[in-house]
């Protein structure tokens, strides 16, 4: 059992846990590496451990304004293929006579760059349906209506799957059929699908063709660089990746060892969130501007409470009444800036998740909760809010 108190001056719940001696600071990282591919769909986690882990993007190539460059800067000539699912947008790894694995690449936050730096009509995009089953993502049928714009079939060739798109560039692939995955149409050649480098890309090589005011837009200043890079470091390994090695851990003993860091990489969010709060420092991750510690790590914090928390078995607390900071910065960014929320679909979210994880949720049943999928601005649950009160008074 697992029991919560909550300090009056700074609001913040303390776990105290029954079944974890130690702090989850103190507890080990999961280091497991696999030591070759899956060889059946569910089999995302190494057999001998159960640990999850996560493979790496096949396609590292760079949108450059150099002179010479074979993927110059140009309007209209790629396009940005998305989930509006998950912030790792799963993928299909394709091997031939072997079954496939999924894997996972960040789709969400290259839709958050693309906005937040005004590149609407220079990249268009096709949001992937929420569905992946066998054959990996699928492209929505004309008749099909789902949330979210651009939710179409494939504009460029009328594949019915994205894995028709990487076979028409390399019919002999044998990697992973990831999203977002960065297209150029020209030369009909996938630039990258890794999207750590696709929205670098985006912060700096199209700025000759934007307006002056998205080219003032830096999410990646030159004096934070060395704290957002250590910030992501950890942020990554145990938050974003974290959720996955918990969700997906085949053994008790993975999922305990996954889950330890990920809490523990959560309380160092929240404290840093609050010291920023009571320094008056600026709403933001770093300050009174977004950089890139926001986006990388608002598309894990935005699907905690409706899918990690129980799908994914990371419920020692949610994020509305366990982490006051985080909550207050995560709707901050969904209701007030609109390349977060207006990049975040939660019935994608939602159904992607529960109905195309077989292994995880058999039965294919979407829970409703929680109820708002996020709450507004100026309203708390109501053991978070009576905290609150007893503090301020």
Aim: proline fraction near 8%; charge should be positive.
């Amino acid at each position: 059992m697992i029991h919560f108190i909550y300090q009056r001056a700074a609001h913040r719940p303390i776990s105290i846990f029954s079944r974890f001696r130690r702090p989850f600071s103190s507890l080990p990282r999961q280091s497991v590496q696999m030591d070759k591919a899956p060889s059946s769909i569910t089999q995302w986690a190494d057999k001998k451990s159960g640990a999850f882990n996560r493979a790496p993007s096949q396609f590292r190539n760079w949108i450059s304004k150099k002179p010479g460059a074979e993927f110059p800067p140009e309007k209209g000539r790629y396009h940005l293929y998305v989930s509006y699912a998950c912030p790792w947008g799963e993928s299909v790894l394709y091997l031939p006579k072997r079954p496939k694995e999924l894997n996972c690449q960040p789709a969400h936050r290259t839709l958050i760059v693309r906005k937040l730096k005004g590149l609407e009509d220079i990249i268009p995009y096709t949001a992937v349906h929420w569905e992946m089953l066998e054959k990996g993502w699928r492209f929505a049928t004309p008749e099909e209506k789902l949330p979210g714009d651009n939710v179409t079939p494939d504009p460029i060739h009328g594949c019915t799957h994205l894995r028709d798109v990487y076979f028409k560039v390399s019919p002999d692939y044998e990697g992973r059929f990831t999203v977002p995955t960065l297209y150029d149409v020209k030369q009909g050649k996938i630039v990258s699908n890794e999207s750590s480098e696709i929205i670098r890309m985006f912060y700096t090589e199209f700025d000759d063709i934007l307006p002056e005011k998205y080219q003032e837009i830096d999410l990646f200043p030159p004096k934070l660089q060395q704290e957002i890079e250590a910030t992501n470091d950890w942020t990554y390994n145990d938050i974003n990746n974290g959720v996955y090695k918990t969700g997906f851990a085949q053994t008790q003993s993975a999922y305990e060892t996954a889950i330890a860091p990920l809490f523990a990489a959560l309380d160092r969010a929240e404290a840093h969130l609050a010291q920023q709060a009571s320094s008056s420092a600026g709403p933001y991750y770093f300050g009174a501007h977004i950089t890139e510690a926001d986006v990388r790590l608002y598309t894990t914090i935005v699907r905690f409470d409706p899918v990690y928390v129980q799908h994914f078995k990371c419920n020692v607390r949610d994020i509305r009444s366990g982490y006051p900071a985080l909550h207050r910065w995560v709707r901050r960014l969904y209701w007030g800036e609109e390349a977060f929320g207006g990049t975040t679909q939660f019935e994608h979210i939602k159904r992607h998740y529960t109905r195309s994880h077989g292994q995880i949720n058999p039965a294919h049943i979407t829970p409703l909760g929680p109820v708002p999928d996020i709450l507004p601005l100026d309203q708390e649950v109501p053991a978070v809010g009576a905290a609150i009160r007893t503090a301020n008074q």
